[in-house]
């Protein structure tokens, strides 16, 4: 697994909790990379995406003005700060690195990490 994500955990509805994605290879240091979440029982959705060097990010609605995605280039990791939890954000969120250098699609993510479970108590 080339990419490592960690810092999932319980937290409380309103509550904040930053996730990361390392890539200790360095293998996606010129990749777009994003974070995707599965809630139970649900199809896999695009959370944020961030371009190889911090200079545009995206986000789905859901999420937007709520999450944060940041990279670290010197540190080869991607951060996902999330602040306003809702239950609804309960799911497990991997990281995943695209073929490309910007966003453009979640088709694109190719490479993917093992997730970190998030679970936002009411």
């Known amino acids: 697994v080339q990419l490592q994500a960690s810092g999932g955990g319980l937290v409380q509805a309103g509550g904040s909790l930053r996730i990361s994605c390392a890539d200790p290879?360095?293998?996606?240091?010129?990749?777009?990379v994003a974070w995707f979440r599965q809630a139970p029982g649900k199809e896999r959705e695009f959370v944020a995406a961030?371009?190889?060097?911090?200079?545009?990010?995206h986000y789905a609605d859901s999420v937007k003005d709520r999450f944060t995605i940041s990279r670290n280039r010197a540190k080869n990791t991607v951060s996902l700060q999330m602040a306003s939890l809702k239950p609804e954000d309960t799911a497990v969120y991997h990281c995943?690195?695209?073929?490309?250098?910007?966003?453009?699609?979640?088709?694109?993510?190719?490479?993917w990490g093992q997730g970190t479970l998030v679970t936002v108590s009411s």
């Open positions: 995943a690195a695209s073929r490309y250098s910007v966003f453009s699609r979640s088709a694109d993510f190719t490479s």
């Open positions: 290879r360095r293998t996606f240091s010129n990749n777009a």
């Open positions: 961030i371009s190889w060097n911090g200079g545009s990010t």
